[in-house]
C-alpha cells in the first residue's frame, strides 16, 4: 500500500512506548483497545499513526482486535513536525479551581515541552498531602495526553511534581532563555528584543503567578538568576491568560524563524 495513503486521510493518533514497537509491529494496550474497538469500531485493514511519545510517527494497519489488544503492522516512519525546534517550559504558579485544567490544555496545544506547577507566595491552594498531590498530577498528566492526540504533538509534555519558587528558579538555571511577565515592565520594544532571542535558543522557560501575581521579592529573585522581566502590554492579564498570551507570541516567533 503507498505511504500517500496516509496523507490523504485524516487518522487517530495513539501513543505507545517504545517496548510495544518491535519488527515493523506495533502492539496497542490498555484503554485504548476500547476506545478503537468499541468506540471507533476500527477494524483489520484500517489505518492509524501511533507514536512513541519521543518525536516519531509510525503509520500503521490494523491486523488483529482482540479484547485486550491491538496488533498493527508498521507501513511507515516519520519525524513528527509538529514541534517547536525551541523546548518552553511553562512554570505556573497554582491557581484557584479547574483553572490549572484549562492552561494545560491549551499550553499543549500551543506546543509547550513540559509543565511545572509552582508555589508561589501568593498561592491559594496549598497541597499538603502527598497522595492528593500525586493524584491531582495524574490527572493533569492526563489531559496533557489527550492535548496531545487532538493537536497531533509528537510528545505527550510532562506535568513535573509541584516545586517552590524557589525551586522552580534553580530548575530554570540552564535554559537559555528566561522570562518572566511583570506589570511593572512597561516596554514592549524591550519586550520584543528579548524574544528575538528565541532565534538562538533551544530552551526557554515562561514564569507565570497566579491569580494575585508575584511578591516583589519573587520577582527580585528571578532577576537575580538571570529570568528577565517582559510586558505583556498595558493590561492587566488573568493567570490562565497570561501564559497562553505569551507562549502565543513565542510560538509565532519561533515558527516565523524558521520559515525565514
Known amino acids: 500500500m503507498p505511504d500517500t495513503f496516509f496523507v490523504v486521510i485524516a487518522m487517530h493518533r495513539f501513543y505507545v512506548d517504545n517496548d510495544k514497537i518491535s519488527n515493523g ?12 474497538k468499541n468506540v471507533l469500531r476500527m477494524k483489520p485493514g484500517d ?31 516519520k519525524d513528527t513536525d509538529t514541534e517547536l525546534p525551541v523546548r518552553i517550559t511553562l512554570f ?28 508561589t507566595a ?14 491531582k498530577i495524574l490527572r493533569w498528566q492526563t489531559i ?9 504533538r509528537g510528545i505527550i509534555p510532562k506535568i513535573l511534581p509541584v516545586m517552590s519558587f524557589g525551586e522552580a528558579v ?22 520584543e528584543k528579548i524574544l528575538a532571542q528565541l532565534k538562538n535558543s533551544r530552551t526557554a522557560g515562561i514564569f ?12 527580585e529573585l528571578a532577576a537575580n538568576n538571570n529570568i528577565i522581566p517582559v510586558s505583556l502590554g498595558k493590561r492587566i492579564l488573568r493567570t490562565e491568560t497570561a501564559g497562553l498570551a505569551l507562549l ?13
Open 170 to 191: 534553580k530548575y530554570a538555571s540552564a535554559m537559555d532563555l528566561k522570562v518572566i511577565p511583570y506589570e511593572n515592565e512597561k516596554s514592549m520594544a524591550a519586550t
Open 47 to 77: 489505518g492509524l499513526i501511533i507514536c512513541n511519545g519521543q518525536g516519531k510517527d509510525c503509520y500503521c494497519i490494523i491486523n488483529r482486535v482482540s479484547d485486550t489488544e491491538v496488533e498493527t503492522v508498521v507501513k511507515s516512519v
Open 248 to 260: 502565543s507570541v513565542m510560538m509565532m516567533t519561533i515558527e516565523m524563524n524558521i520559515n525565514v
Open 122 to 135: 501568593r498561592c491559594v491552594v496549598k497541597y499538603t498531602d502527598s497522595k492528593k498531590e500525586d493524584k
Open 92 to 119: 505556573q504558579g497554582i491557581p484557584k479551581s479547574d483553572k490549572m485544567e484549562l492552561i494545560i490544555q491549551k499550553a499543549v496545544e500551543l506546543g509547550v515541552y513540559e509543565i511545572v506547577p509552582v508555589m
Open 208 to 219: 507565570i503567578g497566579p491569580e494575585g501575581g508575584f511578591e516583589s521579592a519573587e520577582v
Open 25 to 36: 509491529k506495533i502492539t496497542i494496550t490498555g484503554q485504548d483497545v476500547n476506545h478503537i
Open 144 to 152: 496533557s495526553e489527550n492535548a496531545a492526540k487532538q493537536s497531533q
